[in-house]
């Protein structure tokens, strides 16, 4: 079973730039967050797309944005990019199929953004 | 707001030494769940922990939920040097996909 995908790994872009990222869930998941590292921050939450729909938000700026496809892959983007959003970019997959334990999550690889 | 309060933040041990790291909320978690995290690389989930008391092992690994669905430890037995990395707690409040997570446990295994 293939896991989460997300591309592309790196990405090196200019200040005030706009970029997108991809994210394909492990097959039959439905749901997909995206998150945000940094060494100072840690790991934040951005939003949950299910079924097409944004689910949650979490406290970033509306340059951030996100959309799901009927195929539940994900898209994510970053407009008019600063400095600051320079980090590693994480999506999860979930079944979350009703149940406690689906809410599990499955993480990408990431995707290494470096705003210069 | 949800918060997970993880410690500790840094632990540098000798091969073969035992640690815990924790993991504190003031608030109730549906369910609860632990990360190993390589540099450049997405965290691998290890176990998720939904009932409270529950105990669960991988290996040298156990994880514990506590009672109040509020607070999880790892206790790691003999750590060895491929136990190297860091480490996050992530608690679900069980109706979406959201995660909260601690701000990780870096562990480095001396040789």
């Known amino acids: 079973k293939a896991g989460v995908t997300q591309t592309p790994r790196y990405l090196i872009k200019t200040r005030g730039q706009q970029v997108t990222l991809s994210c394909s869930p492990i097959s039959g998941h439905r749901s997909v967050s995206w998150y945000q590292q940094t060494p100072g921050q840690g790991l934040q939450f951005l939003f949950e797309?299910?079924?097409?729909?944004?689910?949650n938000k979490g406290n970033f700026p509306g340059r951030f944005s996100g959309r799901q496809f009927s195929n539940s892959r994900s898209e994510m983007n970053v407009s008019t990019l600063e400095l600051g959003d320079s980090a590693l970019y994480l999506c999860a997959s979930s079944l979350f199929a009703g149940s406690r334990m689906n809410t599990e999550a499955f993480f990408g690889q990431g995707t290494r953004l470096t705003v210069v | 707001t949800q918060l997970l309060e993880q410690s500790p933040q840094f632990l540098s041990i000798q091969e073969g030494e035992n640690l815990t790291v924790y993991c504190n909320s003031s608030?109730?978690?549906?369910?609860l769940q632990w990360y190993r995290q390589e540099p450049g690389e997405g965290p691998v989930l290890l176990v998720t922990?939904?009932?409270?008391?529950e105990v669960k092992k991988l290996k040298r690994l156990t994880f514990q939920f506590g009672d109040a669905r509020k607070d999880s430890s790892l206790h790691i037995t003999a750590a060895q040097p491929g136990d190297t990395g860091l480490y996050l707690c992530a608690g679900s409040s069980g109706n979406t996909g959201k995660l909260i997570f601690g701000q990780g446990t870096t562990l480095q295994v001396k040789p």
């Open positions: 797309y299910f079924s097409e729909t944004q689910r």
């Open positions: 608030s109730v978690f549906s369910s």
């Open positions: 922990v939904v009932t409270g008391g």
